[in-house]
């Protein structure tokens, strides 16, 4: 690695570090010390593997810094760190005087750089470290996220016994997706599915307090729910840069994975997958949250239209969203290959599988150019995202 590191190549660093931590089953947190942005000091949590309440990845990153420089003092270095540093880690960082502190997720149980108290701001302490927070926030967040809930999911997968015509992916190949910070949600009490767990993930209406992202249409639209179904090949992963959107817009988001496809169980049987199933299914889903009126959009190749027919009561509103091959590609690489997975891929790619004929699709009246689901990507065309969020604004207000 050459050149020096700026905060957000440091903390990718840091991230590396942390997902070692994950790997010896530690809590995942990484650490780099940078002096004229060289990486003099490497740290990752591991507390547990070296019987060491005090070996945070702060603390490592600290002494392999301090070691380094043959000094005692780090004046003049930058801390960057996943997660927010805990009491100890903050007495450590201003001890070694550094100049900077930079983290990425906060820690609302322990964190002492403003989450539970703010170490930094205490002004009689003799040493002041400047302070940035939130650097690569979503993709150290997702990392927690994803190390805590796969904890909870040994434990909750016991208690859901598998049907035996099913199959299962387990939790922990899901345990690192980036950008993907939602907590999973699980339920097998929906009649229809007869036993088979579908997950799914629900995401409120974003708190107005939050900063905005994009332009504020916070109360634009007033309040609703959406429904986005993912397309074949994928799961409900697909749509992690539309869901923000479309939360500051005064939505609540429903993302489920659809029977046959990434946390939800998998039937080993073609003939299970039916339009008519899988439209039970969200129906019953949506029923089961108390909610009427959900608007869909849908990247499935038809259930949302087949669903504004047959629940129109439930379904007003459908409009299909393009995954365009190179999204297709990155599905292609679903941590879910079994034939569970094969069986749906199959049964969606049969001709026809979501139109009846007795019904024009009304989905087919749509104006203008299709939106694709990359068109979100925040590191996408500018004025591709701008045209996906306008079409969004317009497909809400209809
Ligand atoms: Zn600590």
Known sequence: ????????????????????????????????????????????????SGNDA????????????????????????????????????????????????????????????????NVFETAALNHQTAVTEGVLAPACRALMNGFFQGRREVIK???????????????????????????????????????????????????????????????????????????????????????????????????????????????????????AFHAQVMAGLVAALGLSQVRVLDASGGLGAYLTRVHADVFPRSASIEVSRVGAQTVASAPFPDDGYRAAERAFAAAGFFDDDVHVSSDKKRVGEAIRMDAMRPDGEPSERAAALAFLDAFLDA
């Open 157 to 275: 997968r016991t208690t859901t016994p598998l049907r035996e015509d099913a199959l299962r992916t387990p939790d922990a190949r899901f345990s690192d997706l980036v950008d993907w910070p939602y907590t999973p949600c699980y339920t097998t009490e929906i009649s229809v599915l007869n036993g088979l767990r579908l997950h799914y993930v629900d995401e409120e209406v974003r708190a107005v307090t939050a900063a905005p992202i994009d332009v504020d249409a916070s109360g634009r639209h007033g309040q609703g729910a959406c429904l986005l179904l993912h397309g074949a090949g994928g799961w409900g992963y697909q749509w992690r840069y539309w869901i923000e959107a479309l939360r500051a817009r005064g939505q609540r988001v429903l993302v489920p994975d659809l029977i046959g496809f990434g946390r939800s169980d998998k039937p080993k049987r073609v003939s299970a997958h039916s339009p």
């Open 1 to 48: 690695m050459t050149g020096a590191l700026d905060d957000m190549g440091a903390m990718r660093e840091a991230l590396q570090l942390a997902a070692q931590a994950q790997a010896a089953g530690e809590v995942p947190v990484g650490a780099v010390v940078l002096k004229d942005g060289v990486v003099i000091g490497r740290g990752y949590n591991a507390p547990i």
């Open 54 to 117: 005090c070996a945070h990845a702060e603390i490592i990153a600290i002494q392999a810094a301090c070691a380094a420089l043959g000094n005692y003092r780090l004046t003049g270095c930058t801390m960057v760190v996943t997660l927010e540093p805990c009491v100890m880690c903050s007495g450590a960082i201003l001890n070694a005087r550094f100049s900077r502190l930079v983290f990425g997720a906060h820690e609302p149980k322990t964190g002492a750089a403003g989450s539970v108290i």
